[in-house]
């Protein structure tokens, strides 16, 4: 079965700083594997996903992830953080698609002014 | 216009009593799920539904039972609510082909006492 570690539970950033998100996953083939963010009292929203090609990928709010095979690893990175990013953000891996979607535990991101 | 939209936003109720929640969404989307998040902001599915049929169907217990009236809705009914089904309930939606990202709503905050 696949799983999804996101090894950090809670990332604190000044605001204008760099971010990375890390996740590891684990299954037998490539997967499809996806970053969602969660806003407070909100529903996930889909940052940017991956599927096959090129293994950086951009998503909205200027977020991007690099998929790393021999890591197995699709870390998410922003260069400079705004204070509307602090939010929680999870990555999910689905071998089948996306109903089928293992979510990790999440990272909770803060912005320090 | 929402895309994907649950009812109530929040639900308090005893122990013992039976609730419903309901989704409903306007993408066109073929497959619905429920998702479950604790408190600690884990995410687990519950229940997958394509065109109707029930096509996930994880450990939860018999006392909760979707239903998916057409394909643009899907009600969660809960039988007998215990302390421990307090948690934030999301609905999603897919297109359900493979590489189609989940849609969520904004949850539903379900408090038992």
């Known amino acids: 079965a696949q799983s999804v570690t996101q090894p950090d539970i809670h990332i604190t950033v000044s605001e204008g700083a760099s971010l990375e998100l890390r996740c590891n996953y684990s299954y037998g083939a490539t997967p499809y594997l996806f970053w969602y963010v969660q806003s407070p009292g909100q529903g996930l929203q889909l940052l940017l996903k991956?599927?096959?090609?090129?293994?950086l990928v951009q998503g909205i709010k200027g977020f991007e992830a690099e998929f790393k095979r021999s890591q197995s690893s699709f870390n998410l990175r922003k260069p400079s953080v705004h204070w509307s990013d602090a939010a929680e953000y999870f990555c999910a891996v689905a071998p089948g698609g996306a109903g089928k979607s293992t979510f990790g535990d999440g990272t909770t991101l803060t912005v320090k002014p | 216009d929402t895309a994907v939209s649950q009812t109530p936003k929040y639900l308090v109720t005893q122990m013992g009593n039976d609730k419903s929640i309901k989704c409903e969404q306007n993408?066109?989307?073929?497959?619905m799920y429920w998702y479950k998040q604790d408190s600690k902001k884990f995410l687990k599915i519950m229940f997958s539904?394509?065109?109707?049929?029930?096509?996930i169907n994880e450990t939860v217990p018999n006392r909760f039972s979707p239903k998916s009236p057409d394909k643009a809705h899907l009600n969660l009914h809960i039988n007998s609510l215990e302390l421990g089904d307090s948690a934030v309930y999301f609905c999603?939606?897919?297109?359900?082909?493979?590489?189609?990202?989940?849609?969520f709503g904004n949850g539903t905050r379900l408090t038992v006492t």
């Open positions: 999603a939606s897919s297109q359900g082909v493979e590489n189609s990202p989940l849609h």
């Open positions: 993408l066109g989307h073929d497959t």
């Open positions: 539904y394509n065109n109707k049929e029930l096509i």
């Open positions: 991956y599927f096959s090609g090129d293994t």
